[in-house]
Structure formats: C-alpha cells, structure tokens
C-alpha cells in the first residue's frame, strides 16, 4: 500500500502489486522500508570524498560561469535562473534537485502539450518546444546540470549513480524497478556515456542501472567521469 498523507487532506491508501516494497510519504517525502545492508557504494567513504572533491570542483566552475549564463538566461526568457524539482533519491528518500533553468518559465505546466517521444515512465521529446535557445545550449553542453554538484556536496546525489526519478514516476514503478532506487543519483551514469538522450526506452535505463550496481567500484566510477567528459565534448547523444 502507498499512504500518502498530506496538512490539507486526510490520509489515503492505495493499492500497490503485492511484490513492491512498501512506500510512506507526505507531499515532499517518499521512502523505501530500511534494510540492514545496503549496496557497497553507499557506504564507500573513498567514493564520498571523491564526489566532496568533485563538487567543489564543480561548484567553483559553476561560480565562474554563472554571471554569464544568468544575463543570457534573463535576455531569452526573463524569470528564475534555477529550476528545481523534487526527485527521489536512495532508497526513495526526496530531495529537491537543482538545475540551471533551460525552459520557459510555465514550463512544468505545458507539459501535457508536448508529445512523449520515450517508451516506459520517462518522458523525453526531442525537439520540445519549452526549451528556450540558451536552454538548448545548456543542455547540449550538460552546462544545466552543474548546479547538481550542491546536491552532491550536501550528500543528496552523488557524481556517479542513477538517473534521479520523479515522485511521479516512482510511484508507478513495478516490482523489478525498485532496485535501481539502491544507489544514490548521480549526475552522471551508465546511461550518459552510452547515448545520453539518443537513450528512450525507460527498462534500458533500469538495465544500465542495474549493470552499474553489479560493475561498482571507485575506479569504474572514475572511468565513468572520464567518459562523461569526452562525451559532453563530443556532444555525443545530447538533445
């Protein structure tokens, strides 16, 4: 069952298939029940002190771009310069994640407009029209991400994991998606380095998910940043 209590509404449960874990959540909060062991890179202290030092990094390069891509942010369409959103994280725990903003201001409200263009629980169009001109450059150049690196310093998101999943999507899940919720997020994955968003069917996701779990060690994870690199510099699957 899925409880989902809010200040403004009573309780309601709904049913959920016998064989997914059970979820509790209020509006921002949304969790897998607690196990005793969890997936090594998790626990991993050298992989924390790798995405500390890899969001510092990040975050100074995000400092040093910022003024620039805020003026160009406000000439194409005047409004926040951040865009954030809730997701779930380890295990379903929420966090609000952060991006530089690369649609138009309504966006989230379009949507229902826009054709989805993936298969599954992802929703992906290629040439969405909410994206605004400088979006679309963010995006090519993955530059919408950087301001994920304060996920990553706070410990919401890690530099390598999983690609983070809407409440929405989450709480459609079926029982062998629930697996891929046993990383932390990450800014970067198996999924970036083999198409980025040429990659438009939900189950290859969890797939490469799962294969990054079963494949985890810091070393691959350092390689996956490498490869994420020349990606981005070969704009190799972008949108």
């Known amino acids: 069952m899925i409880r989902i209590q809010s200040q403004s509404t009573a309780a309601m449960d709904v049913a959920l298939p016998t064989a997914a874990p059970q979820i509790v959540s209020d509006p921002l909060f949304c969790h897998l029940p607690s196990m005793e062991s969890g997936h ?60 530089f903003r690369s649609m138009v201001v309504n966006a989230d409200a379009l949507k229902h407009l826009v054709s989805n263009e993936a298969q599954g629980l992802i929703f992906k169009n290629k040439n969405d029209p909410r994206v605004t001109r400088i979006g679309s450059f963010l995006r090519k150049t993955s530059l919408d991400e950087f301001p994920q690196f304060w996920n990553v310093l706070v410990g919401n998101m890690s530099l390598v994991g999983t690609r983070p999943p809407t409440i929405d999507e989450v709480m459609r899940y079926e029982p062998h998606h629930w697996q891929r919720l046993e990383v932390k997020p990450g800014i970067t994955g198996e999924w970036q380095v083999r198409g980025r968003s040429s990659i438009d069917n939900f189950e290859n996701v969890v797939s490469m998910d799962l294969q990054y779990q079963e494949r985890w060690s810091a070393l691959y994870d350092i390689r996956l940043i490498l490869k994420t690199v020349l990606a981005v510099l070969q704009r190799r699957g972008a949108c």
């Open 40 to 99: 090594p890179s998790v626990r991993s202290i050298l992989k924390r002190c790798i995405d500390i030092v890899g969001a510092l990094i990040g975050l100074l390069i995000t400092a040093i771009l910022f003024i620039p891509i805020a003026i160009n942010i406000q000439i194409d369409d005047p409004g926040p310069i951040f865009y954030s959103q809730v997701r779930c994280g380890y295990r379903g725990k929420t966090f609000r994640i952060w991006k």
